[in-house]
């Protein structure tokens, strides 16, 4: 019976057990800093997660082989059947012409300042009929 074998499990349990014993007392008796470190001592002994204590997994497998080179290139868009990639992402059917807008902005630019300049003729006129 000395000879008793080793296993994780138990003290995994007793580990768990304990913290939730010390948790317990933490909030019955508010001795945080000497209940605290007992409980972060157990858990990192037992690699558990607590109150106080979390985990990180960091994974160092390689993904590919250190002699192997990396070589990029470029992954083709998996469109649905049927579908085009200029019809969907190039410019709508009823997108109008830069041509066409410049000629519109340059007529009401125009008509805009004949209005303008007519105002100004008529108040001139006014000021010097008022003279």
Same mark, same amino acid.
């Given at each position: 019976m000395d000879? #008793? %074998? $080793?296993? !994780?499990? @138990? #003290?995994?349990?007793w580990a768990r057990q304990k913290i939730s014993a %010390?948790? *317990? $007392?933490?909030?019955? !008796? /508010?001795? /945080?800093?000497? @209940?605290r470190q007992e409980i972060i001592d157990i858990a990192m002994a037992h690699h558990l997660v607590s109150r106080y204590t979390s985990l990180v997994a960091i994974d160092i497998t390689p993904a590919r082989p250190s002699g192997q080179t990396l070589s990029p290139h470029v992954i083709k868009t998996n469109l649905p059947h049927? $579908? *085009?990639y200029t019809a969907i992402f190039g410019l709508s059917a009823g997108a109008t012409n830069g041509t066409w807008h410049l000629l519109t902005g340059l007529i009401l630019l125009f008509i805009a300042g004949a209005i303008a300049v007519s105002n100004n003729f008529r108040c001139l006129r006014r000021s010097l009929d008022d003279l």
């Open positions: 000879e #008793a %074998l $080793q296993h !994780r499990g @138990i #003290a995994t349990y %010390l948790m *317990d $007392q933490d909030v019955e !008796r /508010n001795e /945080n800093s000497h @209940i049927g $579908q *085009d």
